[in-house]
């Protein structure tokens, strides 16, 4: 599919926060569209540059004049990202206080089925394996949630998954393991809880089967037997169909995209049960 690609004269505005620091926003120096496949480069300050990949497993409407993109360099105590962090061990990363918005317009015909991946790459920080980074979204000023399910050594290529648009930020996560699979288990107990009426009856049974057995599992801290688990309710829910499980989020955001968000929930615990 040929590429379509848009240059746009990077710009900056300049919005005073609530704390009272400066915060400073760019748009993208160029968007590019391939396919199912939206790549964007946002040069935030002359030391900060942030490559973003988002992917599509099917889109509807994907082009650059249909999405926003900006990043937004903060302070690290601003309370636009403190007051959205739910625990006091996850911290803002000191050289890149960044917040990377995606918010496709309302009225655009923008639409797409299942699970979407974002990835951000930058060079601003150095990763190892002894750090405690990883990716999180806020969807509409909510908390920031965990939904890594890849990061990669050397200068940081963090991918996270999601069923919705949201803000997206790289956070250290300094909660034990054990707390960050139990606060990902509640987000999905409580979704499918909160959601049930967007899966078939038949369907519901069995993620709920599965979802009692894998807090048998953690709460055994048997955290093999629960990744195994974790693995059969992803083949589970990526094989339902549009009738079992709602699978379409739009950019009017009346739609649950609810097997979007199941897997967003399922891949981070797979991510973190593979870490423990």
């Given at each position: 599919?040929?590429?379509?690609?848009?240059?746009?004269?990077?710009?900056?505005?300049?919005?005073?926060?609530?704390?009272?620091?400066?915060?400073?926003?760019?748009?993208?120096?160029?968007?590019?569209?391939?396919?199912?496949?939206?790549?964007?480069?946002?040069?935030?300050?002359?030391?900060?540059?942030?490559?973003?990949?988002?992917?599509?497993?099917?889109?509807?409407?994907?082009?650059?004049?249909?999405?926003?993109?900006?990043?937004?360099?903060?302070?690290?105590?601003?309370?636009?990202?403190?007051?959205?962090?739910?625990?006091?061990?996850?911290?803002?990363?000191?050289?890149?206080?960044?917040?990377?918005?995606?918010?496709?317009?309302?009225?655009?015909?923008?639409?797409?089925?299942?699970?979407?991946?974002?990835?951000?790459?930058t060079k601003s920080v150095d990763y190892n394996?002894?750090?405690?980074?990883?990716?999180?979204?806020?969807?509409?000023?909510?908390?920031?949630?965990?939904?890594?399910?890849?990061?990669?050594?050397?200068?940081?290529?963090?991918?996270?998954?999601?069923?919705?648009?949201?803000?997206?930020?790289?956070?250290?996560?300094?909660?034990?393991?054990?707390?960050?699979?139990?606060?990902?288990?509640?987000?999905?107990?409580?979704?499918?809880?909160?959601?049930?009426?967007?899966?078939?009856?038949?369907?519901?049974?069995?993620?709920?089967?599965?979802?009692?057995?894998?807090?048998?599992?953690?709460?055994?801290?048997?955290?093999?037997?629960?990744?195994?688990?974790?693995?059969?309710?992803?083949?589970?829910?990526?094989?339902?169909?549009?009738?079992?499980?709602?699978?379409?989020?739009?950019?009017?955001?009346?739609?649950?995209?609810?097997?979007?968000?199941?897997?967003?929930?399922?891949?981070?615990?797979?991510?973190?049960?593979?870490?423990?």
């Open positions: 599919m040929r590429m379509l690609i848009r240059n746009i004269p990077c710009f900056l505005l300049f919005t005073l926060l609530s704390s009272g620091s400066m915060a400073q926003t760019v748009t993208p120096s160029s968007v590019s569209i391939n396919g199912n496949t939206l790549q964007a480069k946002l040069q935030v300050t002359t030391l900060i540059e942030v490559d973003l990949v988002v992917e599509f497993e099917k889109s509807v409407g994907l082009n650059a004049d249909n999405i926003n993109i900006s990043a937004t360099l903060s302070d690290v105590n601003a309370s636009n990202i403190t007051n959205r962090l739910s625990s006091a061990d996850i911290k803002v990363i000191p050289t890149f206080p960044v917040i990377i918005s995606i918010s496709p317009k309302a009225d655009a015909g923008f639409a797409f089925e299942g699970l979407a991946s974002v990835e951000i790459y394996t002894a750090m405690p980074a990883r990716i999180f979204r806020s969807h509409a000023n909510s908390n920031f949630e965990d939904i890594t399910s890849m990061i990669s050594a050397g200068s940081i290529r963090a991918r996270g998954n999601t069923g919705s648009f949201s803000d997206f930020m790289l956070l250290l996560d300094e909660r034990n393991n054990a707390d960050i699979i139990d606060d990902t288990f509640s987000q999905l107990n409580q979704l499918v809880s909160q959601y049930n009426n967007h899966i078939s009856a038949t369907l519901a049974i069995t993620i709920q089967t599965g979802i009692s057995a894998l807090q048998q599992a953690l709460l055994m801290t048997d955290y093999t037997a629960a990744l195994e688990v974790v693995e059969e309710l992803i083949i589970v829910t990526e094989n339902a169909s549009g009738e079992q499980l709602s699978n379409v989020w739009r950019s009017s955001n009346d739609l649950v995209n609810m097997q979007g968000e199941l897997l967003t929930r399922l891949r981070t615990l797979k991510y973190s049960l593979r870490v423990i």
